[in-house]
């Protein structure tokens, strides 16, 4: 079985006598990506990340771990082509016609992946720091735009400067991006703009026209729902992807827009139907959306995209897009930072939030390999076939844009999806230094004629913008108007939104995002009575302030393996066999212990194998994960590090056990929950998922026995003691 991002042209979708029916994707695993081991020991470097030998044709050779993302290879090689392009990508590129006379990148602990594309930076506005949050939290853009609906209006900025413009992009690129859809609001030179046929430097595909509004209500239209007295209408340009903002917020007001932009409207006077587009139509944030929406979007002959903001989302509305449903019904989701006024500064910390909320809020649905599909492959295949067909790959005949990160003591994917900004050490746009580790850009030819120093958390960088705007970053910080915000954070940026879920408005269930015991993804519903138990499915206003549960199976859409029937055979799933999952583990431990779990995977009656996934939830604050599984037979491997996420098949009545150990965070006191959940595999259903988690809690407190009094004699710091 392949993972999410893997599968999506091969998935089946009809409607039959009024039934939906689909081929689901389920849970993506953390093993699911094909690993090839080329078996090759590279030198360690004698300085910096990599070696580096001097070529004569303009070809470069990178040797290290690579990740295309389709399939990930260790000790591999990278060959790019003198015009820029991609030649080969294999364990040996001997045979390639520019192999002898290139220059060569020997990186034992490089990590090379597609350069990033942010699905949605609106530059024009992202240039100034996070606007604070009040805890206030909105059901429709219109109410944090305008104010409307007795809401505070939030202090938007003014339309930024050329030299603003390209510090935001510049910003973007020092995180790896080599292409971004801005907003119709790019700059010449630094990344591509997917959405400006002028600056995207790919001559013959097609740039995406995108528009904010699509209704024409910038003005703040609300028309009731289930009719279209919408101010207007910009819609698709002939030839060209069709990218609008839909659906954004939590209601039905919300989802209107979409009812009155595609056939869900039907004869509804005033409606426009963009569905389909013959290049095809991503939807930008699309929160309200419901069953019925998504199979619109799936059976389009070019299926539809969504641009996926979590952190932005999550700031303004506690709750985001649903990408699990999306994801299982075969839409690409791409990844974008929003801006910088809500989300995030650059795609490193958009990644970092996509991926803390995968693990603490939907059982780890989405797998490392699908996270970093959508900040690269996703991003460019909803922006049309002919930018997907040159961008977000490494395959013979696709453009350079590679990055290559430091990954010293991490796993590959790690090296991405916890990178900081320091750890980018090369940018290569159409093969050509952009920005990197000093040496590196140096080596590849950046010198001081076109590129200057920098340093970034510490490390020595250069970067080549000079190259592209005729300036420095250094000169354009100094005279850039209205700029208001770093190019860099080493950390976590001051005043990030927080990317935990949150909302304490009057209208419907509140929540904290605190998960714990009783409720384990932390949307306001006891385990109990949760139709998603594991995955975050607040009640919405959109679904009369209830979970959504279309087919009302008892399952949540967000969950449910076929949302679309009571009976997933319906979807064309069969039943699999009855996984069940146990976790042991200390109820107290101290800041700094090193923590032991242990977990059962069993698979009991139902059918008699089980494709099976044992996905173990650990906070972020138990660190340096290392496990054992057993027994070998059944297991992909006997040990490992990092979070345990293992697939494995199980006859009726074998079970595997794994051990996870981790060190608690020195400075933490408070509880800490950690989840182990099953999964089947994609084609099958679990007859009876009650028992696929479980959970455990962990008391952390600081050791009083050394505090209090009790050092000094004092009987009352003794009573203090703990444990």
């Not at 030179?189 to 400006?196: Q, S, T």
């Amino acid at each position: 079985m392949a993972a999410v991002a893997s599968n999506r042209s091969s998935r089946p979708w009809r409607a039959v006598a009024g039934t939906w029916i689909v081929g689901l994707v389920g849970f993506a695993g953390g093993s699911r990506a094909g690993v090839v081991d080329c078996g090759v020991t590279i030198p360690p470097a004698t300085s910096g990340l990599c070696n580096f030998t001097a070529g004569s044709n303009g070809a470069l050779r990178y040797r290290g771990a690579i990740i295309t993302p389709k399939k990930t290879y260790l000790g591999a090689q990278l060959m790019i082509a003198p015009d820029g392009t991609v030649d080969c990508v294999d364990c040996d590129c001997s045979a390639s016609p520019f192999a002898a006379a290139a220059a060569k990148l020997d990186c034992a602990q490089g990590v090379a992946t597609p350069g990033l594309v942010d699905a949605l930076d609106l530059l024009d506005g992202s240039y100034v720091p996070p606007l604070a949050d009040t805890g206030e939290r909105y059901d429709h853009r219109h109410d944090w735009r305008t104010g409307a609906r007795g809401h505070t209006a939030l202090a938007l900025p003014a339309a930024a400067s050329l030299d603003a413009r390209r510090l935001a992009e510049a910003r973007l690129l020092l995180s790896g991006v080599t292409s971004v859809v801005g907003g119709s609001s790019g700059v010449s030179g630094l990344v591509r703009n997917l959405d400006d046929p002028a600056n995207s430097g790919l001559p013959g595909a097609a740039a995406v026209t995108f528009t904010s509004f699509p209704l024409a209500d910038s003005a703040g239209a609300f028309p009731p729902p289930g009719t279209c007295g919408y101010p207007g209408f910009d819609g698709p340009t002939t030839g060209r992807p069709y990218w609008a903002t839909v659906a954004e917020g939590t209601d039905a007001e919300a989802r209107n827009e979409l009812v009155c932009l595609s056939d869900v409207g039907g004869s509804i006077p005033g409606s426009h139907n963009v569905l389909p587009h013959p290049a095809g139509v991503t939807l930008v944030h699309a929160l309200a959306l419901n069953p019925p929406d998504v199979f619109e979007l799936a059976g389009q002959t070019i299926p539809a995209s969504v641009a996926w903001t979590p952190r932005s989302d999550l700031r303004l509305y506690g709750q985001t897009t649903p990408v699990t449903m999306l994801a299982r019904f075969g839409l690409h989701v791409a990844l974008g930072t929003g801006w910088s006024p809500t989300g995030s500064r650059d795609m490193l910390r958009e990644l970092r939030c996509a991926a803390d909320f995968n693990r603490d809020y939907l059982a780890g649905f989405f797998d490392p390999e699908a996270l970093l599909t959508a900040a690269t492959l996703d991003g460019a295949a909803a922006a049309g076939a002919a930018i997907a067909a040159r961008l977000g790959e490494l395959d013979r005949g696709r453009v350079a844009d590679v990055v290559i990160w430091d990954g010293t003591g991490k796993q590959p994917f790690d090296a991405v999806l916890s990178a900081e900004p320091r750890e980018v050490a090369l940018v290569l746009r159409g093969g050509v230094p952009m920005t990197g580790d000093a040496a590196l850009v140096t080596a590849l030819g950046g010198d001081a004629s076109v590129c200057d120093d920098l340093v970034v958390c510490g490390r020595a960088k250069r970067e080549c913008a000079r190259r592209d705007l005729g300036v420095s970053l250094t000169q354009l910080l100094g005279s850039a108007s209205g700029y208001a915000t770093t190019l860099v954070s080493c950390g976590v940026p001051a005043g990030e939104p927080t990317c935990r879920p949150s909302r304490g408005e009057p209208d419907g269930v509140q929540y904290s995002g605190e998960r714990t015991l009783a409720d384990w993804d932390g949307d306001g519903v006891a385990n109990g009575d949760d139709l998603c138990p594991v995955v975050f499915d607040p009640p919405r206003p959109l679904n009369g302030n209830l979970q959504a549960d279309f087919d009302g199976d008892g399952r949540g859409d967000a969950c449910d393996p076929c949302p679309s029937a009571v009976d997933p055979a319906e979807c064309g799933l069969t039943a699999g066999a009855d996984l069940s999952v146990a976790l042991s583990g200390p109820g107290t431990a101290h800041p700094g212990d090193l923590v032991h779990l242990t977990s059962v995977l069993t698979a009991g009656g139902g059918g008699p194998t089980a494709e099976a996934r044992l996905f173990v939830a650990t906070p972020a604050a138990l660190s340096g994960l290392t496990w054992s599984c057993s027994p070998l037979a059944l297991c992909p491997a006997a040990n490992g590090s990092g979070a345990v996420d293992l697939w494995v098949d199980l006859a009726s009545g074998q079970s595997v056990t794994v051990q996870l150990d981790g060190a608690l965070d020195p400075s933490l006191e408070g509880n800490l929950l950690v989840l182990a959940h099953a999964q089947v595999g994609e084609l099958e259903w679990d007859p009876d998922p009650s028992d696929n988690t479980a959970a455990l809690a962990i008391r952390v407190r600081f050791n009083a026995v050394f505090s209090g009094g009790f050092e000094s004699g004092t009987p009352a710091g003794w009573s203090a003691a703990f444990p």
